[in-house]
């Protein structure tokens, strides 16, 4: 009927086949033979004046904007392995719209600045002084350089919300 070889030979290409067919069902979270099911998508309603569909920006979310576009100039050293710099969130002194902390990442490191803006000339140009840069501790932010200005005060939080396309406050 079928030699050793032949039968080894053929468990091989099926445990082959088994595996192709689990990493795909790993990958796209369903079976290959399983069609495309279209499910609505919900959305929202709301009346003007409950202020869900608000999009009048505020100050806080100009600076938000403008620092996550200038972060790299605002770091004072350089992402590692030629990545880029992006910011993960922010936190806003509690009553201030232009102090504030920001984290930010290139994939490999993790770094964090307390910036005061001058708001003096928004939204067309606002400037940054770099107050504070700081390195991950153990269990907190340990400061590298600067004077931490706001410490112990309460923070806003801000993290980026990929659905709506803008920062979004988190407390």
Known sequence: MFSKKQII??????????????????????????KEVSVATPTATASPESGVLSTVKT??????????????????????LGGQWFVSR?????GSNNTFYVEYEDG???????????????P???????????????????LQSGKDEAIGRNLILYEYEQTAGKWGQRN
């Open 90 to 94: 922010f936190w806003f002194v509690d």
């Open 124 to 142: 067309n140009k606002i400037s940054y002084a770099v107050k504070a840069f700081f390195t991950p501790g153990e269990s907190d932010w340990v």
């Open 9 to 34: 030979i053929l468990i091989v290409l099926v445990l082959i086949l088994a595996g192709g067919i689990f990493l795909y069902w790993q990958k796209y979270d369903k079976w290959p033979w399983q």
């Open 59 to 80: 100050d806080r979310d100009f600076v938000m904007e403008d620092v996550a576009a200038k972060i790299s100039q605002l770091s004072p050293e350089p992402p590692v």
């Open 108 to 122: 490999h490191i993790l770094r964090q600045l307390l910036l005061v803006a001058d708001l003096s000339q928004m």
